[in-house]
């Protein structure tokens, strides 16, 4: 079951849950799978403006890994959901329950 195809800097993304169920009947797509999405995005993104500079992606060592920035945003994520008082926060998490759906 493909859960989200997309494309970023032309490297197509594709996020698959062969537990559709657990999905269908959350708030959010679990923590590792948002972490997964935007550390791929950056991961393209670095590595375009890797392209860009004529300099190896291994070179960059002022940016992070994308093992760091996965990790990294596990944890801001856990933190964004729980930010109940924030203003925004209810149309985050409608954001966030749209992903859910199954495409």
């Not at 009947?25 to 550390?39: E, M, R, V």
């Amino acid at each position: 079951i493909v859960f989200r195809p997309s494309e970023t800097h032309g490297i197509r993304l594709v996020l698959a849950d062969l537990e559709p169920e657990t999905f269908r009947n959350s708030n959010t797509p679990p923590f590792s799978t948002l972490s997964l999405l935007g550390a791929s995005c950056y991961s393209a993104l670095l590595q375009k403006y890797s392209i860009l500079m004529k300099v190896p992606v291994e070179l960059l060592t002022h940016y992070p890994t994308t093992a760091q920035v996965f990790v990294e945003l596990r944890e801001t994520i856990a933190e964004l959901i729980n930010q109940h008082d924030d203003e925004g926060h209810p149309e985050f998490m409608a954001n966030l329950l749209r992903l859910c759906d199954i495409m």
